[in-house]
């Protein structure tokens, strides 16, 4: 099943974003490469996640799935067998950091990789 990214609002930019942030890591990968991978959606849409791997995007999408803070590095196991993932959105300063990109690219990388 392919990877699920989520956010609160309309993806917009952040599809692009994240593909730089892979790119980076990856060079092959193109933006439809991407596409294709990692399927996107909206908090707001009716989404079953149940099995599957979830990268929310922000705070307000983290707190419409889960009640409980989580680190960005580390996975949420939920007993339905979905596991979430948490990142900022990709137009947060904390991207300002190379060092904060190159982590997100490395989790990008993995979810492509082995879930896609």
């Not at 609002?9 to 990968?29: A, T």
């Not at 939920?78 to 190159?102: A, C, M």
């Amino acid at each position: 099943m392919r990877p699920l990214v989520l956010s609160a609002g309309y993806m917009g930019q952040h599809d692009w974003f994240l593909w730089q942030m892979l790119n980076e890591r990856m060079p092959s990968v193109t933006l439809e490469k991407y596409q294709s991978t990692f399927e996107r959606g909206s908090t707001r849409d009716k989404v079953d996640t149940a099995g599957r791997t979830v990268l929310l995007l922000g705070e307000a999408a983290c707190a419409a799935f889960l009640t409980d803070w989580i680190d960005i590095v580390h996975p949420i196991h939920k007993t339905d067998g979905t596991v979430f993932r948490w990142i900022y959105l990709p137009s947060s300063e904390w991207y300002n950091d190379e060092v904060n990109r190159i982590i997100v690219g490395m989790l990008l990388e993995d979810l492509y990789v082995n879930h896609g």
